[in-house]
Nanobody, 121 residues
């Protein structure tokens, strides 16, 4: 069974940095896109940043210039370096992967359990 496990969330002051990591495990054949989404209560989950298997990156406008997504294909790992954090970045952050594994006949989307990021003003 494929699992995505996040780490690195927590409480940080506005202007500070925080780094999130996510590792995918299981009988994985390949991973296309990996990335991060976030959600606050009462709102839809939104894309933060995504990176393809070839390294192409896409960011939400609200985080461009402050967040950097990176990926280690050999380790099935994706990181999110968050700098200059703002209170409005407070949310639960979810790791996401488009994964082809031995447990499913085609590529499907997997989610981590989520990690809380709280930015105090």
């Amino acid at each position: 069974q494929v699992q995505l496990v996040e780490s690195g969330g927590g409480l940080v002051q506005a202007g500070g940095p925080l780094r999130l990591s996510c590792v995918a495990s299981g009988r994985i054949f390949s991973i296309s896109a990996m990335g991060w989404y976030r959600q606050v209560p009462g709102k839809q989950r939104e894309l933060v940043a995504v990176v393809s298997s070839t390294g192409s990156r896409n960011y939400a406008d609200s985080v461009k210039g402050r967040f950097t997504v990176s990926r280690d294909n050999a380790k099935n790992r994706v990181d999110l370096q968050m700098d200059s954090l703002k209170p409005e970045d407070t949310a639960v952050y979810y790791c996401n992967g488009e994964i082809h594994s031995a447990t499913w006949p085609s590529t499907r989307t997997y989610w981590g359990q989520g990690t809380q990021v709280t930015v105090s003003s």
